[in-house]
Each structure stands twice: as C-alpha cells, then as structure tokens.
C-alpha cells in the first residue's frame, strides 16, 4: 500500500463530475486481508456514503485479519470521509477486526483521533425517554437519601471548624468577619423595621375585632407582646435573613464554586469550611439575637399604634400593659430560638453554595433552594420548640 500525501481539506471543485466523485471499493488481498480503498472527491453535496453499505462486504467469508484503508486516490475530502472512516472504524470495532489507518492522510487522521478522544454520552438519550412510575419513585427516593447523607456530613465539617474556630485555632480573615457581620446586621435593619412592624400592627387589628367586643381592649398589648416576644419576632426576623442572607451565602458560594476558588482554597492547604463557612455561621449567630430583640420592640411599638390611635388607649397604659405581659423566660426563649434559627440559615445557605453545580444557572438554582430549604426548617423547628416549651410549660 503506497502512502500518501498531506491532503487537508478542500472545497468542492467547480469542475467536480459524476466520474470523480467518491468512490469505495473493497479488495481482499492475501491471507484474507482486505482493503478499503477511497478515491475521488469526498463532499457533502454529492451525498454522504455510509459505512454502513460496505459491512456484507467486510464480513462476507472468513473473518479478515485486517481492514486496512486507502486513500491515496483521494482528491479531496470534508466531513463526510470523516464520517465514513469513523462508522468504519465502529464496524470493526464491533466485529473486533483490527483497523489500520496508515494510508490516510495525517490531517484526516487527526480528526479522526480527536473524535475518538471524546467518546459519545451514550445515556444523552436515555433523559428523553419515558421511565416507569416506580424507577421515578426509587430514584427520587435514593436520590432524597444521597442528600441527607451529604447533608450530614456538611454538618460534622461546620462542627469541627467550630470547635477549631474556639480553640483559636481556625484560619479565616478578620476582616471577612466583620463584613459579614455588617451584612447580616445593620444592613438588614432596614427590611426588619418595615416587617416587624407591619406583623405588631397587623396581630393589634387582628386581636382589637375580637377584644372590643369584651370591653377588654388594653388586653391587645398582652397579644402582641407576647406574640412578638415568644414567636413572631423570631420567626419573622428568621425567615426574612432566610430570603436575604442564606440566598447571598448560597450565591457567593456557589459562585467562588464555579470558579473553582473554593478547589483552590484547598490545594493550599486551606480548610473551606474554616475561611468561608465560619465568618458566616459565626456572623449569624451573633446577629440573630440582637436583631431579634430588635425586631419585638419595633412589633410592640406598632401594636402601641393601633392602642393608642385606633383604640384610644393612653401610650403609658400601653406601655404598662406590656411589660406586664412579656416574661423574661418568654424574652430568653425568643432569643434562643432565633439562634438556633440563625444557625439553620447558614447551614442551608452555605450547603447549597458548596453543592453548587459548575454553571451560572446552577448558582441560581443553590441561592433558590437555600431560601426554600431554610424556611422549611426554620418552620419545623418552630414546630419543635412549640412542643418542646408546651412540655416543660415555659
């Protein structure tokens, strides 16, 4: 077999006639070898010839040793010798017959080896087709599981950089803390304001309708306090950190996540969970009770605007009536559920954010579960602490 030349590709002549055109022709040699020998001119617009229409002929007889191909009668190619010389090379893969590929010109078998690099997604396809009831069930039901079990095991990570963090021993910047810390404080006072005082507003109208019928309308101070102080307080401030803080971890996260600088993080021997986990679940914890406390004045105060300019109460009635109402153990257990609150927000946020996929939806995708997954186990927990302060009467 004689070699060939360096024939790259070119486009189709003017002058291309139906006698030059691609041609195929299968010759057995000695010892059974056969030869594929294309000549002519190989394109696209005088039709793609398959692989296919040459396998009786490969496979007629005796299995050969060796295919080997020939295209020294080549006059130019494109694509469509591509994928003939590939479909080829899949039939005798398939039939495990050796292919050698020595007589083609080296641009082509170039191509060829880089289209070999990239193996096909052989379950692309699969996506599309229609899976029976049960396999969406158990697969949705492990997947469920997979998640738990990972979730677990973020959480045993964030304890021991925690206990790291405690010895003096965790590495993170400073100033990285203190800008956390900022962030999830007096930047959110703004939006905690207007919320907690629509809730202490809303919860003095809802109790005025039925208290005035009683004659017992100072009794609307009692309401919101303690309402504000036990549990809409916390609940309010957690769920809005939930939609503004843990959505901001997961997307700043999820982002460093894309661009591999948490990867990076650890190939210099730097803890993720110490540098970028810490500041934010310590930011957290140290916030939420302070904005929690800030949160029930703000709701007593705009429950004392519907006393004092609905009700006609006196603002130092008012003012009385609430601290009566509010206990210390009903002001310490607000404050200890909003820590724990704050603590499941930025688990939520920060697990999201390192589960984040490599794309710039996904970074979407991690900041709208976090917000989902937070919220859901702020309200579980709530539910949690109902019983829990139900049993020992607190």
């Given at each position: 077999m004689s070699e060939s030349g360096n024939l790259q590709p070119a486009a189709p002549a003017?002058?291309?006639t139906a006698a030059n055109r691609h041609q195929v022709e299968v010759v057995r040699g000695e010892g059974g070898k056969v030869v594929v020998r294309v000549s002519g001119?190989?394109?696209?617009?005088h039709g793609m010839p398959l692989a296919a229409s040459i396998e009786s002929a490969l496979t007629a007889g005796a299995r050969p040793p060796q295919v080997a191909v020939d295209a020294t009668g080549v006059t130019?190619?494109?694509?469509?010798?591509?994928?003939?010389i590939v479909g080829l090379a899949e039939i005798c893969h398939t039939r495990q017959i050796p292919l050698n590929r020595e007589g083609l010109p080296p641009g082509l078998d170039r191509l060829i080896e880089l289209a070999e690099t990239v193996p096909e997604n052989k379950d692309a396809g699969l996506s599309d087709r229609p899976r029976p009831f049960v396999v969406k069930v158990g697969s949705s039901f492990l997947a469920y599981f997979d998640s738990v079990g990972k979730f677990v095991d973020f959480v045993g990570m964030v304890t021991l950089a925690l206990v790291s963090f405690v010895r003096g021993r965790a590495r993170y910047r400073r100033s990285d803390l203190v800008e956390v810390?900022?962030?999830?404080?007096?930047?959110?006072?703004g939006i905690v304001s207007l919320i907690s005082y629509l809730v202490g507003v809303i919860l003095a109208y809802m109790g005025a309708v039925q208290l005035q019928q009683f004659g017992a309308a100072i009794y609307v101070a009692d309401l919101v306090g303690i309402g504000m102080v036990r549990e809409m307080g916390a609940m309010m401030t957690a769920i809005i950190m939930a939609g503004r803080t843990g959505a901001a971890f997961a997307a700043q996260l999820g982002s460093m996540k894309v661009t591999q600088e948490i990867d990076a993080l650890s190939t210099m021997g730097i803890s993720p969970m110490e540098f970028l986990v810490v500041p934010r679940m310590i930011a957290l914890i140290l916030m939420m009770p302070l904005l929690c406390l800030y949160s029930d004045f703000v709701g007593i105060l705009?429950?004392?605007t519907v006393g004092v300019g609905v009700l006609g109460l006196s603002l130092t009635a008012y003012w009385h009536q609430s601290m009566h109402a509010v206990t210390m153990t009903a002001l310490v257990g607000g404050l200890v559920k909003s820590v724990v609150y704050g603590v499941l927000i930025a688990l939520a946020g920060c697990y999201q954010g390192f589960e984040c996929g490599k794309s710039s939806s996904a970074v979407g995708e991690a900041a709208t579960s976090a917000v989902v997954s937070a919220i859901v186990m702020i309200v579980v927990a709530c539910g949690m602490f109902a019983v829990l302060f139900n049993i020992l009467n607190i």
């Open positions: 003017a002058g291309d001119a190989w394109h696209l617009r130019g190619w494109d694509s469509s010798l591509v994928s003939f810390i900022q962030a999830c404080g007096a930047n959110a006072l705009g429950g004392a």
